[in-house]
């Protein structure tokens, strides 16, 4: 069972930035994609990035394409989301979170929340105006 942790969140005023962490462990040779998902209460979670455990093409959605850059440090097992020109619109609850992938993946979505099966506990972003 993978274990995930997410850290950084805050309040930022509008067109600041702030860096989330997610420390992934419980896992052993396996190929993981971590995706960062967002949630407003009342709507759905959405997935914002993701990026595979073994490969280096990054997945954005639209909305944070261009502002948000997810990286992976192998090393410290944690996947960042560096988040630049936030705006208001970007306050929500951050999630990170895993699933399996078969094989050695240069590339995964975060399309699909139902895929992911480990969540972190999430971290509150605020951006005020």
């Known amino acids: 069972q993978v274990q995930l942790v997410e850290s950084g969140g805050g309040s930022v005023q509008a067109g600041g930035s702030l860096t989330l962490s997610c420390a992934a462990s419980?896992?052993?040779?396996?190929?993981?994609?971590i995706g960062w998902f967002r949630e407003v209460p009342g709507k759905e979670r959405v997935g914002i990035a993701a990026?595979?455990?073994?490969?280096?093409?990054?997945y954005y959605a639209a909305s944070v394409k261009g502002r948000f850059t997810i990286s992976r440090d192998n090393a410290k097992n944690t996947v960042n989301l560096q988040m630049n020109s936030l705006k208001p619109e970007d306050t929500a609850i951050y999630y990170c979170?895993?699933?399996?992938?078969?094989?050695?993946?240069?590339?995964?979505?975060?399309?699909?929340?139902?895929?992911?099966?480990?969540w972190g506990q999430g971290t509150q972003v605020t951006v005020s105006s």
């Open positions: 990026m595979p455990t073994g490969g280096d093409d990054p």
């Open positions: 419980g896992y052993t040779n396996a190929n993981l994609c």
């Open positions: 979170a895993s699933r399996v992938t078969s094989g050695v993946s240069r590339y995964c979505s975060a399309r699909s929340a139902e895929r992911f099966t480990s």
